[in-house]
């Protein structure tokens, strides 16, 4: 009888190619396919020596390489190519059997998926694979939904593939059917408000306190080294001091800027919006990314008038420098904690009971937003009582606490000095909101009221109230 693989990956582009390489790494043996046999040729005749790999030219032989019940990895392009794939396989395979999808599917799809897969007998596990393609080959975190089955059988592979924090895998069980992708999606999100946080601490070291990227890079650097330690930090240091060849300037200063999106930022306050949850900071990420991309928009308004800009004195450059760095560290505190609360609301909605704490857990490593950070938002989530939101978390709130001021000081600098600074804002626009002990949404519902009589409830009785506003409406 032919060798039998434990894990078999169809789909062998870069992010296939190299979760195929890391199983074998970890002394799996892994059966390899491609629709287009000559890629699976080429890994094994390239990386062949990495571990013990069965090519299959054909699905047949594929799944019949695999050892029973069989752990089948679909990592082909996220939509109708995975639907074809699954249904060719589907075909082939018998009830006790499984499918994991590593692509980026909407977590919409994945639901649909798994409902149909487990009509015939089938486990269908969607996975958020985080890391991009240097994390798929070394360890990317990993976040499989599915059944607790499918976990018992495809866990043990997945953890000894991901990266490893403090020794634990950045591999966890997330819950029922698209529960995996739903978290991807949000990890996605804070990972889009991140980026833009950083960018605009960036924009305001340069515009207002006057640094070259050089010196914010060195100035990055040693926030790297403190409570804002993150693979995102030290990467953006890395590009900030970068030099391009052709020019000899500053590599930032000869990037187009407009940046791009694949869609899982958009998906996540799609989601947001639907499930009725607060991401206003993810949004505006998404937005900042949206609007850079209006060339004709933003030149039509290039020439609208801006404040005069004061000169600031060095000293205050390094003050504000302070102060950046703690609007920045309070910012992300307000774009995790919304995406915890979306990841709680999207649990609750679906039913699939999130443990918060091991989304922070497996997120320390591997993934694009890995940071020390986590392990703070880990134990805020961990035994006794979880806190309604982060920003009432002791450690968080004594953060915010502290940094209020500065972040006050850095968004009223940005607004008086025309500098945009959308995350920034939004985060605190958001922290003040909550913290009010009134809202004027009395006076939107007083409104309402006056021209849809959709009524409105009172602050000293219960009942539902309608005022006859004077006129005949
Ligand atoms: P890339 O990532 O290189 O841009 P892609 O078009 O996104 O490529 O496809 C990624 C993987 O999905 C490839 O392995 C591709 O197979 P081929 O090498 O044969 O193109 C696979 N793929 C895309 N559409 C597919 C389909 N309908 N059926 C099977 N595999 C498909």
Known sequence: MARQAQIGVTGLAVMGSNLARNFARHGHTVAVHNRTAAKTRALVEEFGHEGDFVPAESAREFVAALERPRRLVIMVKAGAATDAVIDEFAELLEPGDMIMDGGNAHFEDTRRREAALKERGLHFVGCGISGGEEGALNGPSIMPGGSAESYRALGPLLESISAKVDGEPCCAHIGPDGAGHFVKMVHNGIEYADMQLIAEAYDLLRKVAGYEPAQIADIFRKWNTGRLDSYLIEITAEVLAHTDADTGGPFVDIVADRAEQKGTGRWTVQTALDLGVP???????????????????????????????????????????????????????????????????????????????????????????????????????????????????????????????????????????????????????????????????????????????????????????????????
């Open 279 to 473: 991401v206003s900071g993810i949004a505006e990420a998404v937005f900042a990314r949206s609007v850079s991309g209006h060339a004709e928009l933003r030149a039509a308004a290039a020439d609208l008038p801006g404040p005069e800009r004061p000169e600031l004195h060095p000293d205050d450059a390094a003050r504000f420098t302070e102060h950046v760095e703690q609007a920045l560290y309070a910012s992300k505190i307000v774009a995790y904690a919304q995406g915890w609360h979306l990841i709680q609301t999207g649990g609750e909605q679906y039913g699939w009971d999130i443990d918060r704490a091991s989304v922070a857990a497996i997120w320390r490593g591997g993934c694009i937003i890995r940071a020390r950070f986590l392990d703070e938002i880990r134990a805020a989530y961990r035994g006794g009582q979880a806190p309604v939101t982060l920003l009432t978390d002791p450690t968080f709130g004594e953060a915010l606490r502290a940094a209020q001021n500065a972040w006050r000081h850095v968004v009223a600098r940005a607004t008086e000095l025309g500098v945009p600074a959308p995350g920034f804002s939004a985060a605190l626009a958001y922290y003040d909101t909550l913290r009010a002990g009134r809202l004027p949404a009395a006076l939107v519902q007083g409104q309402r009221d006056y021209f849809g009589a959709h009524t409105y409830q009172r602050t000293d009785k219960d009942g539902s109230y309608h005022t006859l506003w004077g006129g005949d409406r």
